[in-house]
């Protein structure tokens, strides 16, 4: 093999090609990004990081790079529970009729459960609000979605607020206000 001495020298000065250590610096940068991201950020988005801190690089350089380290966006989070297709369950009539203003005080609530993703799984939230000042009266979080949660939030709206007269409760009618103990809550303390 034929090689100048002055350029095997200079590969054994230099063990790294430019394009080598130029890799090296640029995954620093993309673990940085996809750490930051909680381990969660594919090629594309920690692409989109490093446009935006002005570094110059293709979203495929970034996928080798990430692949060859094994630096992988989180998938498969399940679909969010409860959605189950099917006739709801009437429990009440609609009494409100999509007429949200309200012109006292305590004259009607409205209760809703929301989901939230962490990364330890899901949590639920209820929360009463009263339509007319449209503040949280009363609410509600655990990592299970049964009839307490949503009767922990009455139950603190009516500590609250203390009614004296009669409250017009609206909720979506889901399985955890149609429950005998909502409806019997409802019964001793809003009626």
Known sequence: MSVHPSGYYAWKASPHSLRASEDQRLLGQIKQAWLESGCIYGYRKVHDDLQALGERCGKHHVARLMKREGLRS??????????????????????????FTVDTPNKAWVTDITYIRTHEGWLYLAVVLDLFSRQVIGWSMQSRIDRELVLNALLMAVWRRQPKQEVLVHSDQ??????????????AHLT
Not at 177 to 186: P, T
Request: proline share 8%.
């Open 174 to 187: 889901g399985s955890q206000s149609s429950s005998y103990d909502w409806q019997d809550f409802l019964k």
């Open 74 to 99: 989180q998938t498969g989070y399940h679909r969010r529970p409860g959605h189950y297709r099917g006739r709801p369950a009437v429990v009440a009539p609609n009494h409100l009729q999509r007429q």
